[in-house]
């Protein structure tokens, strides 16, 4: 079973920086995509950036120009670099890997999640 691992959350001032990490374990099969979701106190989880296998990346409108999504495929590891961060920015992070497979064989593995304050 694939299990995702999230680190690099913590305390952040406004205006500050910080980079997520999110390590994946076990045995994936190429192609899959991979992104991060965030989830703030009373709402809906929301995407935040995602990547495909080949490098193509979507952001969401409220982080555009401030976030880059990567990723490290030998290290099975994807990266979230964000700046410029707002209070508002403020929530649970959380990783997800996506494969889109026939037969509806499509397999989705969520992190457990973490947390990133962005607070004076």
């Known amino acids: 079973q694939v299990q995702l691992v999230e680190s690099g959350g913590g305390l952040v001032q406004p205006g500050g920086s910080l980079r997520l990490s999110c390590a994946a374990s076990?045995?994936?099969?190429?192609?899959?995509?991979m992104g991060w979701y965030r989830q703030a106190s009373g709402k809906q989880r929301e995407l935040v950036a995602r990547i495909t296998s080949g490098g193509g990346t979507n952001y969401a409108d409220s982080v555009k120009g401030r976030a880059t999504i990567s990723r490290d495929n030998a290290k099975n590891t994807v990266y979230l670099q964000m700046s410029s961060l707002k209070p508002e920015d403020t929530a649970v992070y959380y990783c997800n890997l996506y494969s889109r497979r026939p037969f509806g064989r499509d397999l989705e593995i969520w992190g457990q999640g973490i947390l990133v304050t962005v607070s004076s």
């Open positions: 076990g045995s994936i099969v190429s192609p899959y995509e």
